[in-house]
């Protein structure tokens, strides 16, 4: 139902009211309750909210209304402690955006359930958050840390558990290949493959590119045109023969 320019909202619900009375639409559409127990607002502009100068005059404060900016009704950016925290360890460590991580939480406070005394937790793979988290605790009031100190603190207990879960890696893959496991391609091996391929269809482009231009040129300058004249140029110096130019009998 198209309402004409200036009605207003509460209009529908009185005109579908009649209508039912009088038995026009035998069915209630499936607003009509909510509507009833919801009215709409009747106004639809959000206006500027009011402030009040601190200044008084004369006992009475003076109230303004805000000027209407091009971000009125855009919602706060809301900013967290950890927010810093993260952009600073993943601009130090920005292949750790790399790895796979699991998204999925219960209730959206699963980190606060473990404890942050240690780095490493039972159930939780080891990750940046890992690192922030341990980091907010020891700036807390378990530590009071600054944030400098927390963060090496926690950077260097990554580090180690890291290195430890990289040589237990390392130990697992050699123990696997001595008793016949086959991994396959590294990754890098792969990418080197993938290189020398690209590498390869390059330059059999730029061989085409090539071959073209020169065909280009030789159909300008004609064949064999200016490197022919060049090459009888060489060959008459070389032979050392000298050409002796004579008078036509009657020219004076």
């Not at 939780?124 to 009071?144: A, C, F, H, T, Y």
């Amino acid at each position: 139902m198209a309402l004409p320019r200036g009605a207003k909202p509460l209009r529908i619900y009185k005109e579908t009211v009649q209508l039912l009375n009088s038995g026009i639409i035998q069915k209630e559409p499936p607003w009509y309750r909510v509507v009833a127990a919801v009215p709409p607002s009747t106004v639809l502009v959000r206006t500027a909210p009011v402030k009040f100068d601190p200044v008084q005059k004369e006992g009475h404060q003076q109230a303004k209304i805000s000027k209407k900016s091009k971000r009125f009704f855009r919602p706060e950016h809301i900013r967290y402690v950890e927010d810093d925290l993260r952009k600073t360890f993943f601009a130090d460590h920005p292949w750790e955006l790399a790895r796979p991580r699991i998204l999925v939480e219960n209730d959206g406070r699963d980190g606060l359930r473990y404890d942050w005394s240690k780095l490493q937790q039972l159930g939780k793979p080891l990750d940046g958050e890992s690192v922030i988290q341990r980091q907010m605790w020891l700036m807390g009031e378990n530590e009071s840390l600054s944030k400098k100190s927390a963060y090496d603190i926690a950077r260097k207990e990554f580090y180690k558990i890291r290195m430890r879960s990289d040589i237990e890696r390392r130990i697992a893959a050699e123990e696997a290949r001595s008793v016949g496991a086959y991994f396959g391609k590294s990754h890098i091996q792969v990418g080197l493959e993938l290189e020398e391929h690209t590498l390869a269809t390059w330059r059999t482009k730029a061989e085409s590119a090539v071959a073209r231009k020169q065909q280009k040129m030789e159909a300008l300058t004609g064949p064999g045109g200016a490197e022919d004249d060049s090459v009888d140029e060489d060959a008459t110096t070389e032979s050392g023969d000298t050409v002796e130019m004579r008078t036509p009998p009657g020219a004076t």
